[in-house]
T-cell receptor
Framework: GEQVEQRPPHLSVREGDSAVITCTYT??????FFWYKQEPGASLQLLMK?????EINEGQGFTVLLNKKDTRLSLNLTAAHPGDSAAYFC?????????????FGKGTLLTVTP | EAAVTQSPRSKVAVTGGKVTLSCHQT?????MYWYRQDTGHGLRLIHY???????EKGDIPDGYKASRPSQENFSLILELASLSQTAVYFC????????????FGPGTRLLVL
């Protein structure tokens, strides 16, 4: 089945710096990709949903890049601020059959210091 | 706005005891899920359901049962709680399987002693 490797497990940056989190997945038929943010003691909140037909998606203060050739998904926070401090999880879903469930990465704990 | 609630929010249980975690959603979603979160493991799927009175095994179902008595309610049951089941448990719901965003509840922190 699908396997998702997320790197790095911990990331510490200064305010204003960029932060990049990367997930690699194994199933080339994966079609839906998600980034979730989990603040301390809280639940998971959707950050962005990406379809395989689009390669670059921009949100408020972040960009998601999808490289299907390398089966890699990345989240780039362009100018991190302390409010971005949280755990981030990628999730990947293949299309069809029993692979249609979400497989989560193990998460990245991001700390942004002033 | 989508709403998934869980009860209890935290629980201390004894080894060998029975634990029931409850989840309620007002999203009118067909799919509901139970995950456990452990440090360093992300979220792992325990059970899921796509219709009332039916449940399916996820990736780590051993030691857990699930019950979906209605579209809105989904329970996770630990018949004989063990130390290894100490974790945070999240319930989620979604309109469909895989392609749709899953909406998560606040989580239940379970400590088995």
């Amino acid at each position: 089945g699908e396997q998702v490797e997320q790197r790095p497990p911990h990331l510490s940056v200064r305010e204003g710096d960029s932060a990049v989190i990367t997930c690699t997945y194994t199933d080339p038929n994966s079609y839906y990709f998600f980034w979730y943010k989990q603040e301390p003691g809280a639940s998971l909140q959707l950050l962005m949903k990406v379809f395989s037909s689009t390669e670059i998606n921009e949100g408020q203060g972040f960009t998601v890049l999808l490289n299907k050739k390398d089966t890699r998904l990345s989240l780039n926070l362009t100018a991190a601020h302390p409010g971005d401090s949280a755990a981030y999880f990628c999730a990947v879903s293949a299309s069809g059959g029993s692979n249609y469930k979400l497989t989560f990465g193990k998460g990245t704990l991001l700390t942004v210091t002033p | 706005e989508a709403a998934v609630t869980q009860s209890p929010r935290s629980k201390v249980a004894v080894t060998g005891g029975k634990v029931t975690l409850s989840c309620h959603q007002t999203n009118n979603h067909d799919y509901m899920y139970w995950y456990r979160q452990d440090t360093g493991h992300g979220l792992r799927l325990i059970h899921y359901s796509y219709v009332a009175d039916s449940t399916e095994k996820g990736d780590i179902p051993d030691g857990y049962k699930a019950s979906r008595p209605s579209q809105e309610n989904f329970s996770l049951i630990l018949e004989l709680a063990s130390l290894s089941q100490t974790a945070v448990y999240f319930c989620a719901s979604s309109p469909d399987w895989g392609e749709d965003t899953q909406y998560f509840g606040p989580g239940t922190r379970l400590l088995v002693l």
